[in-house]
């Protein structure tokens, strides 16, 4: 087998770890997702969840205005948070898990933009703010309490 140097070997362990937290083979922390730069996560995330609530609100997030990277960093966002909640759906999606999540740079531009799609799809209770920021300065208080 011929050497192909550290960039092809770096690719090969990406794949590897795309694929892990996409079939959710383990709970890995927003850390360490976030740490390993996965490229194209998104896409592969999205292919093999098969969830059609995520594809309903990834098509919405891709209906919005402005340039296409807010929308992946949202879409990989969501993908992370479902992940490192134990590899639920979509459909189990918390504001409360969005909102610690956001609290974890760089989560804050990804569900900040995905947030106000899931509170249109009512994934949230109509009494959660329609934004992050809104939910987070609400009276100051506590995530859990902002969200239970």
């Not at 309903?56 to 807010?70: K, Y």
């Not at 992946?72 to 909102?99: F, P, R």
């Amino acid at each position: 087998m011929r050497y192909r140097g550290p960039r092809h070997g770096h690719a090969r362990i990406n794949a590897a770890a795309v694929q892990t937290y996409s079939l959710q083979v383990n709970q890995p922390t927003a850390a360490a997702v976030n740490a390993t730069r996965l490229i194209r996560f998104a896409d592969r995330f999205r292919r093999i969840a098969d969830d059609p609530v995520l594809e309903d609100s990834c098509q919405r997030l891709e209906q919005q205005p402005g340039t296409t990277d807010p929308r992946e960093i949202a879409v990989g966002s969501v993908g992370t948070v479902l992940v490192v909640s134990g590899g639920i759906d979509l459909t189990d999606l918390t504001a409360e898990a969005v909102l610690l999540y956001a609290e974890q740079p760089p989560g804050y531009t990804g569900a900040a933009t995905v947030w106000p799609i899931l509170h249109t799809m009512g994934q949230f209770p109509s009494w959660v703010p329609s934004t992050p920021h809104g939910a987070r300065i609400r009276e100051q208080q506590s995530i859990e309490d902002v969200v239970l």
